[in-house]
């Protein structure tokens, strides 16, 4: 559950945040919309707690998981990415690992040094080291920004998969108009840091 309220967000002179009030239920999925420079990234980064804001109130409830426009991978093979963030005996985690591979389609990638990967195919890797694990909270941030058509629509069925698989509540940005079909999927707008939009999309069980 996320509590918004009079937040307020200033660089220097200028606010690129001012939310009077938002309130994300538990278990809702959330789109956030707009152009660069809305202030979709800076509202997910204060909700992860790695922005300060300026002023107002912003209360979460639960394990939150982050996944930034620009997640780094470590210095190691695909498979040594991916097992480093599960947990259970080692068994477990191979299983899992190769579940993971095979879903999001990195198994011919597996020995590869993860630092060699395309945008597309890191991205993939980042958000299976964030969905490997469960969340009460899940922020994601241009989840698919890098990746092609086909990178793209894969991406979103993972997130729409693991939103009804364990009720996580989902805010992820987007500027490119795809996202999970979801039932009950709210999408808000942003234009120059304030919610000028709100709706439910038609989500479907596709």
Not at 37 to 63: C, D, N, P, Y
Not at 112 to 124: F, H, I, P, V, Y
Not at 156 to 166: A, P, V, W
């Amino acid at each position: 559950m996320i509590e918004i309220k009079n937040l307020r967000k200033a660089y220097g002179g200028r606010t690129v945040l001012d939310i009077e009030e938002l309130h994300i239920k538990k278990g809702e999925c959330v789109v956030l919309t707009g152009h660069n420079g809305s202030g979709k990234s800076t509202l997910l980064k204060i909700l992860a707690g790695t922005e300060k804001k300026s002023e107002g109130s912003v209360i979460t409830r639960g394990q939150i998981y982050y996944l930034p426009q620009q997640s780094l991978p470590f210095n190691k093979s695909v498979r040594k990415n991916l097992l480093f963030c599960l947990e259970g005996k080692r068994k477990e985690k191979n299983e899992k690992c190769n579940e993971l591979l095979d879903a999001f389609e990195l198994r011919h990638l597996e020995n590869k040094n993860a630092g060699t990967l395309s945008g597309g195919e890191c991205q993939r890797l980042a958000l299976a080291r964030v969905l490997c694990r469960r969340a009460d909270i899940i922020l994601l941030d241009e989840p698919s920004s890098a990746a092609d058509s086909k990178g793209r629509a894969l991406i979103n069925s993972l997130i729409k998969k693991y939103c009804e698989r364990t009720g996580c509540t989902l805010v992820m940005t987007t500027h490119t108009g795809e996202y999970p079909e979801i039932k009950g999927l709210r999408i808000i707008g942003l234009c120059d840091g304030i919610t000028v939009s709100k709706k439910e999309a038609d989500g479907n069980d596709a």
